[in-house]
C-alpha cells in the first residue's frame, strides 16, 4: 500500500522510477528527492501532475485560420528577405506540462500515455503583435527523462559511442562541418538563405568551409580569418536596430564561430568562444522575443492543425528556423557548461520557460513551396511542446522523426531505444 492508501504495485516513487534511480522508499521524501530537492510523491498522480491539468483545463487559445495560399517554387528566389525584412513581434507564452513517459519501450508496450498535453501548433502563422508572457513554469522534474545525462556526467562517457552524452556532444560539435557540407543544420533550413543571403551568413559559410578542409600549412591563414570573421560579426551585427531576418542571421553565423572555436581543442580558441558567450546568448534571448511560441492552438488534434494552414512556406519555414534555433543555442550553452565544470543546478535559467518546435522530417526535409504542401496534406505532424514526445510516441513512426527530434529523443529515452523504435515502426536503421 502506497502512502495516501493508494493502491499500486510502484514501491519506489515517482521522480525514481522516472529517472530510474534506486529509491529507499523513505517517507515523507526519498534520499535522492531529498537531496535534489525533488517533491516526492508515491503511486498514481504527483502534486506537479495534478496542478499541471488545472493548468491545461484553464488554458484555451484560437486564431481564425489565415488563407491557404500556395506559393509556386519561384517565390523561393525574392520571398525570404522581403518577407521578413521588417521589425515583426511574436507572442510567448507558457504552459505546464506533464512528466515524460516512463520509458520508451514501455509506452510502446503498455499504450500508457496522457490525455493533458495535446497537439498543439498554428505553424507559421501571420506574425501578431502581442504582450509577451515573461512567467517561468518549468523545474528540473519536468526534465527527468534529460537531467540524468547532465547529473550523472563523467568524461569518460564522452568516449563511448552508446552514451546520450557522447551523441549528443558529437552532434554539437559538428554543426560547423554540417553547415559546410549542406548549407544546412537542424536548426537551419538550407533554404532560408537561398536568396539574398545575409552576409554574415556568407562570411560564416566561407569560414567553416576553409575550416573543414584546412591542412597544416594552411591552419593559421584559416584561424585568422576565423578571427577577423568573428570580430567583423560582433562589431557590425551587435545592437538591437535589426530585421528578424538579420537577428536570426547573426545567430547563425555566431554559433557556427562558436562550435568550431569550443571543439577545436586550442585552449586559446576555448577561451574565445567562452568570451564571447554571453553575445551569442544576449542574441538568442532576441530570438525568444521574435518567436512564435506556437501559444494559441495548443489543444488542436491532427485533423484541425492540418486546417490550420500557413500562409506561405517561407513564412513556416522561418518561423520554424526561429523555435529551433533558440532551443539550440541554450541546449549549446548548457552542455558547454557541462563540460567545463561549470554547471549551476540551481540555475534553471531560460529552460524555466516552455520550449515549442514541429516534429516532421517530412515538413521539415521539403525543399520547395510543392513540397511542403503535399506534406501538410499528406503526411503527419506534430508540435512538440516542452520535451513532451507521449503524443508523438502513441501515433508516430521512425520515418517522421526529424534530426533535431532526434537529438531530444536520444537524450530522453536512450540512442539504442530510440534506434529500436525506428526499426521496429517504420524499418528505419539509424547510422
Not at 530537492?37 to 485560420?65: E, I, L, T
Request: charged share 25%; with cysteine.
Amino acid at each position: 500500500m502506497a502512502p495516501g492508501g493508494i493502491s499500486t504495485r510502484q514501491k519506489s516513487c515517482n521522480a525514481c522510477v522516472k529517472s530510474k534511480r534506486r529509491c529507499d522508499k523513505q517517507i515523507p521524501s526519498c534520499g535522492n528527492c531529498l537531496k535534489r530537492r525533488f517533491p516526492c510523491s508515491y503511486g498514481g498522480k504527483s502534486a506537479m501532475q495534478s496542478h499541471s491539468n488545472s493548468a491545461s483545463g484553464s488554458s484555451s487559445g484560437s486564431v481564425a485560420s489565415p488563407p491557404a495560399v500556395y506559393e509556386s517554387s519561384s517565390a523561393l528566389h525574392n520571398g525570404f528577405s522581403a518577407i521578413f525584412d521588417m521589425d515583426l513581434d511574436f507572442p510567448d507564452a507558457t504552459l505546464h506540462f506533464d512528466g515524460a513517459l516512463e520509458s520508451l519501450l514501455n509506452s510502446m508496450a503498455d499504450n500508457q500515455f496522457n490525455d493533458t498535453d495535446k497537439l498543439s501548433g498554428l505553424l507559421g502563422r501571420d506574425a501578431q503583435t502581442g504582450p509577451s508572457s515573461t512567467s517561468k513554469s518549468l523545474s528540473r522534474i519536468d526534465y527527468s527523462k534529460i537531467a540524468p545525462v547532465c547529473d550523472d556526467f563523467e568524461p569518460w562517457q564522452l568516449t563511448d559511442p552508446s552514451t546520450r552524452i557522447c551523441y549528443i556532444v558529437n552532434v554539437l560539435k559538428n554543426f560547423h562541418t554540417t553547415f559546410a557540407q549542406y548549407k544546412s543544420t537542424i536548426y537551419m533550413h538550407g533554404q532560408l538563405y537561398a536568396s539574398n543571403p545575409p552576409r554574415w551568413i556568407l562570411q560564416a559559410f566561407a569560414t567553416c568551409v576553409l575550416y573543414t578542409s584546412q591542412t597544416a600549412a594552411t591552419r593559421g591563414f584559416v584561424l585568422k580569418i576565423l578571427q577577423e570573421n568573428v570580430n567583423n560579426l560582433i562589431h557590425t551585427a551587435s545592437g538591437t536596430s535589426f530585421t528578424p531576418r538579420e537577428k536570426l542571421a547573426r545567430v547563425h553565423a555566431l554559433m557556427a564561430y562558436q562550435t568550431i572555436r569550443m571543439f577545436d581543442g586550442d585552449i586559446a580558441l576555448n577561451q574565445q568562444a567562452q568570451n564571447d558567450m554571453p553575445i551569442m546568448e544576449a542574441w538568442n534571448e532576441e530570438l525568444r522575443k521574435i518567436r512564435d511560441n506556437l501559444n494559441d492552438v495548443f489543444e488542436l488534434d491532427m485533423i484541425e492543425l492540418r486546417k490550420k494552414q500557413p500562409e506561405s512556406w517561407e513564412r513556416w519555414l522561418f518561423a520554424e528556423s526561429v523555435r529551433r534555433t533558440y532551443i539550440i543555442g541554450l541546449a549549446l550553452r548548457t552542455f558547454w557548461d557541462l563540460l567545463r565544470d561549470q554547471g549551476d543546478e540551481s540555475d534553471f535559467g531560460n529552460w524555466e520557460y516552455i520550449h515549442r518546435w514541429t516534429l516532421s522530417r517530412h515538413l521539415w526535409a521539403a525543399q520547395n513551396s510543392f513540397d511542403f504542401w503535399r506534406a501538410w496534406n499528406e503526411k503527419p505532424m506534430w508540435v512538440i511542446n516542452a520535451f513532451c514526445f507521449d503524443e508523438f510516441l502513441r501515433t508516430g513512426k521512425g520515418d517522421d522523426i526529424d534530426d533535431l527530434a532526434l537529438v531530444f529523443l536520444v537524450l530522453s529515452f536512450g540512442l539504442d531505444e530510440v534506434k529500436t523504435f525506428c526499426y521496429e515502426t517504420s524499418r528505419r536503421l539509424l547510422e
